[in-house]
């Protein structure tokens, strides 16, 4: 159900609501705590000729692969085990000419982003990727992937490379409030430039806390509330992968995704088990119970580890004492307008 503010939702509701066909999609997270559950939700509901943006593509851009709903992907890193003899889902897409990937440093992805994020247009980059293939081989971004300029100042040669700015973001956190800011620690990568850059922004989390909660670690907000459109709360959203304070990489699941990747037809038959065969992630996780039991589940659970309390207290915590009267020069409100409006000082 949506909640009254209308950004508490299923990850079914948030999918539908804010990806749609021919979107420019960035998966947020950074090869750990991946939003397995909303890359599902995308996937049952067949969304279709996406720009997928993946700073480290693992299982995540296989099954979205896989599942046909990927056109093009720009990238730093994507699995394709065993080379171009191996399998998966991007190596094969690759070789059958349904997918075209624009290859880029872990560098140049993020300063993509990093100028997204600040309302640049583009962002220079190091000069080295030059002498690489990266630079020379281009794809469907052509002449766009870099472009070399004068500096303004020095009039020495720069490399640049444009802005990006996807249409959404889908992202998996630890913890959020009702009202979308979302909390996130651990391996940062591009996970915050993703979500800023882009233009509508999904946040699945382990748990939605209180507003106080968020209040006392404010540092871990990566997201404001007024970024986000929805929120979707979903435990374990991030298996087979990790969420640090939440639970560990779960390695038998991903040997048997990465076995089954080997072959178009292991996907399939893996991908119609765990992903079409589970209409959300609480039967994800009741599959999983029932075929490996619970203390498999059990197992992977973070032993806590805590870090040690800041102290966020101020001497004073707001300039109006309960009469509505300002601290320091004891007037109200209408009293100062009205000095400043005597003054020529007020403007409307």
Not at 4 to 28: C, P, W, Y
Not at 93 to 120: K, P, S
Not at 182 to 196: D, E, H, K, R, T
Not at 216 to 239: F, K
Request: negative net charge; aromatic residues 10%; proline residues 3%.
């Amino acid at each position: 159900m949506t909640s009254t503010n209308g950004k508490i939702m299923t990850a079914s509701e948030a999918i539908s609501r804010f990806v749609h066909d021919g979107d420019q999609l960035v998966i947020g997270n950074y090869t750990v705590g991946s939003c397995a559950e909303l890359i599902y939700e995308v996937i049952r509901q067949q969304r279709r000729g996406l720009t997928l943006y993946s700073q480290s593509g693992i299982f995540d851009v296989e099954v979205l692969i896989g599942a046909g709903c990927v056109e093009r992907l720009v990238t730093a890193y994507v699995m394709r085990a065993g080379g171009k003899k191996g399998g998966s889902a991007a190596e094969r897409a690759l070789r059958a000419g349904t997918l075209q990937m624009e290859d880029l440093t872990n560098f140049d992805y993020n300063a993509r982003l990093v100028a997204g994020m600040h309302g640049m247009t583009f962002i220079s980059v190091l000069e080295a990727v030059m002498a690489t293939d990266l630079f020379r081989k281009r794809g469907f971004m052509g002449e766009d992937k870099y472009r070399v300029i004068e500096c303004p100042y020095t009039g020495k040669k720069v490399v640049t490379v444009p802005a990006a700015n996807p249409d959404v973001c889908i992202v998996h956190v630890q913890r959020a409030d009702k009202f979308g800011n979302a909390q996130y620690w651990g391996a940062m990568g591009s996970v915050a430039a993703a979500a800023l850059a882009s233009k509508r922004i999904v946040v699945s989390c382990e748990e939605v806390v209180e507003h106080e909660i968020i209040q006392s670690s404010p540092h871990l907000t990566i997201i404001p509330a007024y970024r986000v459109n929805a929120v979707v709360e979903v435990p374990w959203g991030a298996h087979p992968t990790e969420v640090l304070g939440y639970y560990n990489f779960d390695s038998a699941m991903y040997g048997l995704f990465t076995m089954a990747d080997a072959t178009g037809e292991g996907l399939k038959a893996w991908m119609d088990e765990w992903v079409y065969g589970c209409e959300d992630r609480a039967a994800y996780i009741d599959r999983y119970i029932s075929k490996f039991g619970s203390s498999a589940l059990n197992s992977l659970k973070a032993k806590p580890l805590y870090s040690a309390p800041a102290n966020y207290g101020a001497a004073v915590y707001s300039r109006w004492d309960r009469d509505g009267r300002e601290i320091f020069t004891g007037l109200t409100l209408p009293e100062i307008e009205t000095i400043l409006g005597e003054r020529g000082l007020l403007y409307e």
